[in-house]
């Protein structure tokens, strides 16, 4: 347990009897992740995974943002930082393996990329009115790496998936919640005590009988995913080996439109 104000940029956890909160905590710069955040969120999420005192997990943010998304010079730029996450871990996004526990995530304010895809890798998403999603990485020059090319579609269709995937658009809280990407919105300010009180009535039930449920559940789309998250390797060398990723990290440092060619 971490109760101490956390330096900038960084994930802080706290434990609320079996609930275990997990904080993303860069308010500064709208929760923009740095490679080192990344690490730090794993480990979290492995610690609740591991830890059988803990039966639930959720996942919130400090300040009026949730995030918006990767510091990107610091993941793609030519001062790219170098950090390694244990073989063993959860990843951030679950495609080295779920959490066992259920994950209660609450958003607000900005929801862009990757914090669709960290919602996604959850089980159920309370939302400030406030919160706005998009999936922008094709304006980037790059392409979801997160599992949102599989579970966007899981929940939402094929339609709705690909409308949003396509347009790269924001959309509001509510047309998040029509689409199953939001099972609750509530008041600003509201979303996480409301992620709070739903894992406190999760951790009210058996662990086992939950744990075992998601566990059934997954077995469902399993093998689909298994096959989507193979393929990412191959859409990652496409476009981070491309002009197009290049000048979409250029457009975003120097703050303009990209201008792409398809290479």
Not at 54 to 71: I, K, M, N, P, Q
Not at 153 to 172: I, K, V
Not at 205 to 213: C, F
Request: glycine fraction near 8%.
């Amino acid at each position: 347990m971490s109760d101490r104000k956390a330096s900038p940029g960084r994930i802080r956890t706290e434990v609320h009897g079996r609930v275990f909160k997990i904080i993303i905590d860069n308010p500064a710069k709208k929760n923009s992740f740095t490679p080192s955040m990344m690490v730090e969120m794993s480990n979290a999420i492995t610690l609740l995974d591991n830890n059988d005192e803990y039966w639930v997990g959720v996942l919130c943010a400090e300040g009026a943002d949730f995030t918006s998304g990767l510091d990107m010079p610091r993941f793609f730029g030519p001062n790219a930082e170098k950090t390694e996450i244990s073989p063993s871990n959860i990843d951030a996004f679950a495609l080295k393996g779920r959490c066992r526990k259920p994950i209660v995530t609450a958003v607000q304010g900005i929801v862009y990329t990757i914090g669709i895809e960290m919602m996604l890798a959850g089980d159920i998403v309370v939302a400030a009115w406030d919160s706005r999603f998009c999936q922008m990485e094709a304006k980037r020059g790059i392409a979801p790496l997160g599992g949102a090319h599989f579970r966007f579609l899981t929940r939402a269709g094929w339609g709705d998936a690909m409308y949003h995937l396509f347009l790269c658009d924001e959309f509001d809280a509510e047309r998040a919640r029509a689409i199953g990407l939001v099972q609750e919105v509530t008041q600003p300010g509201r979303q996480i005590e409301r992620a709070m009180e739903l894992a406190q009535t999760i951790a009210n039930n058996a662990p086992l009988g939950i744990q075992v449920t998601k566990h059934a559940a997954l077995k469902y789309i399993e093998a689909a995913e298994r096959d989507a998250i193979d393929f990412i390797p191959k859409i990652k060398d496409r476009v981070l080996n491309s002009e197009d990723m290049m000048e979409g990290i250029r457009s975003f440092v120097e703050r303009r439109p990209a201008v792409f060619k398809g290479k």
